[in-house]
């Protein structure tokens, strides 16, 4: 009928690039004015000023230094949504159970403040890469990445999350846009297979979140198996509801009440289905769940006890040393680092935010927050992470580059000749966006500037 239609015809679409810039990477109009610098033109979005289109691009977005930089998330609108009904907020628990890429987990820590702690999981090896390298990339210090399969949550983290997002693997139709190929695959035994995996993954979710907590599921497919029938399964056996979803900036349709001669609760309504056809943006299912009641506590037996991990704080030794190192050298307030915890990783410093200290945590994260220093002999010196995440606090050792010929010579690493009245490391910016550090020696700086795959080109735009 209509669905199918609309569906079918997304088929050939080319959708627009969508994106969204980082705040935790410093202010967001520098970057800005950055980005247009380098001959890229873009508009935000009608009804968001956070998400912009692409209307021209000198070269592929993901070849500039303002991506490399983790300025820039692209990302498909309808991807955005999950994350954005979710609505995290600072200080909270978050479990994304299907995190990789991590497109959704990074919206999420931006929309946190970095402040709280997300437990972002996949369980295929290959992505799970992806997602610890865009944590890094955006800058996540809230952050703790797992490789566990999504069922065992519910019963290891049994109703401690305040939010939870469950992204599942799917059949994928909302993409035929650019995965045409599916139609070749796709069988009603595949979709039947999928959604036992799915409602799965959805009682382990609903098991982890707190009663009066919120979980929101999502699917990149359009199939009614999926999706409402996914979601009746948890109405019918858990302690939930739905909750209406209002995006007045976008065209959403209602969740099916019926398919074929299934009746589905009045209340799948409150659930929305995205069309490619509406916006040029992916096809896409997002149904809001409220957990109204507790369950039954999982047997002791299958609830090993949670790990005491090493974090300490500013004040702790060993790390005090390298922290007050810090303070000392860029004039950081000392009260910026309260902020965090920190863990010793061999020759590297890594913080996290201060929320884990009374999660427990239990099996070995594959990722703990994020590496911001180096440890020396007698003092520390900051990552290109930690200038990001720190910079803006930073009082002295400063360099902002006067050009963009030296912004060229300095991504690519040549040895700058630029007087500076101190030896050692300075944290180095351009036009207030901080792009890393070098080292001052001799009368020259030397670019630490972190090796990219390919030259970054700023002067030919």
Sequence with gaps: GADKRLVYEQIGEKLPH?????????????????????????????????????????????????????????????????????????????LDMSAAPGSKTTLMGILMQNRGLIVANDIVSKRLRALGKNVERIGLSNTLVYKWFGEQFGNAYFEIFDRVLLDPACSGIGTLHKNPEILTWWTPNHCIRMAEIQRNLLQS????????????????????????????????????????????????????????????????ARTIRLYPVDRQTEGFYVAKLRKTGAMRTPRQDKRKPPKRMPFLNHKTSPVKKYIDHLIRHFAIPEKIFKKYRYLMMKEHISFISKEVDDFPVYGAPVQIGLPMAKQMDHASKLNTNGCHLLGKHVKQMTLDLPDLPTLQQYVNREPLEI???ERGQYLISYQNNILGYGVADKGQLKSQFPKGDWPFDVLNT
């Design 18 to 94: 969508t994106f969204r810039f980082n705040p935790l990477k410093g202010p967001v109009g520098a970057q800005q004015a950055f980005f247009r610098q380098q001959g890229f033109e873009f508009d935000p979005l009608e009804g968001r000023e956070d998400i912009f289109q692409i209307s021209y691009q000198p070269y592929p977005i993901g070849r500039s230094l303002t991506h490399f930089l983790g300025h820039i998330y692209v990302q498909d609108i309808a991807s955005m949504i999950p994350a954005l009904v979710l609505d995290p907020q600072p200080g909270e628990w978050v």
């Design 205 to 268: 979710g609903i098991k982890a979140l707190r009663p009066g907590g919120t979980l929101v599921y999502s699917t990149c497919t359009l199939t009614p198996e999926e999706n409402e029938a996914v979601i009746q399964y948890a109405l019918d056996n858990f302690p939930v509801e739905l909750e209406a979803i209002e995006l007045p900036w976008m065209r959403t349709w209602p969740g099916l009440t019926s398919f074929e001669d299934q009746q589905f609760h009045p209340d799948l």
């Design 419 to 421: 007087a500076v009245e």
